[in-house]
C-alpha cells in the first residue's frame, strides 16, 4: 500500500519567517494530496490541496507544490503568525480512496 | 453550519469489550471514511463507505467492521477490544462524487481501554 513520509516532525519559526513541511509518498498512481492542521484537542482541518495535474497552488500565505517526478510535495507557509502553530499533516489518495497520512509535523511560531 | 457530527465523544471500556461508534455526514454527503488516530500519530484509514457499499478497507483486523445507513449515516465496531485499540477514532464525509472528494473530519471519539 501507500507509504506517507513527513519531515520535520517539529518545526520552530520565528514569527514573520517562512515554514516549509515536505512529504513524499510511494504509489506513483497516489493522483490527491490534501493537506490538514490539527490543533490540539481540535478535528484536522482542510487548509490546501492539489492533484496530480497540478505542479503548485497557492492560497494567500499558504501554497503547495508537486513534484511527480520525484513524488514529493511540500507545504509553504510564509509570514507565519503564532495562530498557525498547531500540528500539520499530508495526505496521499489514490483517486479519494483510501487516504493516507503523514506522521505530522508540529510547528511552533515564536512571537 | 452543520458538519460532521460523532458520539460519544468520550467512551472507556475495558479489555474485550465491544464498542459502537456513530458518525452523521454533513447534509449531502454521502461517503463515510473512519480512522484511527493514536496520540502522536497521523490519522489511520480504517474504512470508506460510500452510498451504504464499502468502497475501501486499511489494514486493521476482522475485528473492527462497520456500516453505512440509508440517512448516510455510519456506525464502527470494534470487538474484542485490546488495550492498542485506544485512540481518537475520527469520521470524515464527502460528497462522493468525482471531483468533490474533499473530506471534512469530525471532532472524533476519544476511547480508552483499560
Known amino acids: 500500500g501507500e507509504n506517507v513520509e513527513q519531515h520535520p516532525s517539529t518545526l520552530s519559526v520565528q514569527e514573520g519567517d517562512s515554514a516549509v513541511i515536505k512529504c513524499t509518498y510511494s504509489d506513483s498512481a497516489s493522483n490527491y494530496f490534501p493537506w490538514y492542521k490539527q490543533e490540539l484537542g481540535k478535528r484536522p482541518q482542510l487548509i490546501i490541496d492539489?492533484?496530480?495535474?497540478?505542479g503548485e497552488k497557492k492560497d494567500q500565505r499558504i501554497a503547495v507544490t508537486l513534484n511527480k517526478t520525484a513524488k514529493h510535495f511540500s507545504l509553504h507557509i510564509t509570514e507565519t503568525q503564532p495562530e498557525d502553530s498547531a500540528v500539520y499533516f499530508c495526505?496521499?489518495?489514490?483517486?479519494?480512496?483510501?487516504?493516507?497520512f503523514g506522521s505530522g509535523t508540529k510547528l511552533n511560531v515564536k512571537p | 453550519d452543520a458538519g460532521v457530527t460523532q458520539s460519544p465523544t468520550h467512551l472507556i471500556k475495558t479489555r474485550g469489550q465491544q464498542v459502537t461508534l456513530r458518525c452523521s455526514p454533513i447534509s449531502g454527503h454521502k461517503s463515510v471514511s473512519w480512522y484511527q488516530q493514536v496520540l502522536g500519530q497521523g490519522p489511520q484509514f480504517i474504512f470508506q463507505y460510500y452510498e451504504k457499499e464499502e468502497r475501501g478497507r486499511g489494514n486493521f483486523p476482522d475485528r473492527f467492521s462497520a456500516r453505512q445507513f440509508p440517512n448516510y449515516s455510519s456506525e464502527l465496531n470494534v470487538n474484542a477490544l485490546l488495550l492498542g485499540d485506544s485512540a481518537l477514532y475520527l469520521c470524515?464525509?464527502?460528497?462522493?462524487?468525482?471531483?468533490?472528494?474533499?473530506?471534512?473530519f469530525g471532532p472524533g471519539t476519544r476511547l480508552l481501554v483499560l
Open positions: 495526505a496521499a489518495s489514490i483517486n479519494f480512496n483510501k487516504f493516507y
Open positions: 492539489i492533484r496530480s495535474n497540478v
Open positions: 470524515a464525509s464527502s460528497l462522493g462524487t468525482s471531483d468533490q472528494e474533499t473530506q471534512y
